[in-house]
């Protein structure tokens, strides 16, 4: 029991109900709603990522895989040791989750597209699902949402090109951080997790 209250963090943003369909407009932390935009309007990638998510004082580690292309954006979350956790499609109209039912609280998996679609998608891709009330900037190393002067989101990234080396995303008022690091094929063990 003491093993599953320690992956508590990493429940929070993974554990979902079996499979279901979810609304596509999420409210993010500070009250922002956001609608998905389509995948066509994101890069072509493909990467397995480590995924550290903190929470106060706790930390988890997740891998992840993490694709899109013009028809769909598609993430599957793994445990370090490659058990799947979680399955989550965009395919422009609807989102379709998946995972292991009744562990741990659930969060809307259109909140998780939403932070992908921030540190990844182009800036006036962004912008067009946001509310008019809400800036969203974002340059070569990073970006900020913010409403009425109030910081919501900031991104930090590194690399050249998508799928970028890391991205740190704070999602305020939440106190959640998320740290994402690319890995190399030699760096990820044969994980083998394609959507």
């Known amino acids: 029991m003491h093993r599953l209250a320690a992956f508590a963090p990493a429940l929070l943003l993974v554990a979902l109900l079996t499979a279901c369909a979810i609304n596509r407009c999420p409210t993010l932390p500070g009250g922002v709603s956001y609608c998905l935009q389509s995948p066509a309007s ?105 409403r009425q002067g109030e910081l919501l989101l900031t991104l930090r990234r590194t690399g050249q090109a998508v799928p970028y080396d890391s991205l740190s995303i704070a999602l305020q008022p939440a106190e959640l951080l998320i740290n994402i690091h690319t890995l190399t094929e030699e760096a990820c063990c044969g994980v083998d997790a394609a959507p």
């Open 42 to 146: 994101g890069p072509s990638f493909s990467a397995v990522q480590q995924v550290l998510i903190g929470e106060g004082k706790q930390q988890e580690t997740l891998l992840a895989y993490i694709e899109n292309n013009p028809q769909r954006l598609a993430l599957v979350g793994l445990t370090p040791l490659g058990q799947t956790v979680l399955r989550v499609t965009w395919d422009g109209t609807q989102i379709v989750a998946s995972g292991p039912p009744g562990v741990g609280p659930s969060i809307n998996p259109a909140v998780l597209m939403a932070v992908l679609q921030f540190g990844l998608w182009p800036q006036d891709a962004v912008r067009a699902g946001l509310p008019d009330d809400v800036v969203w900037k974002n340059g070569a190393t990073g970006g900020q949402l913010t």
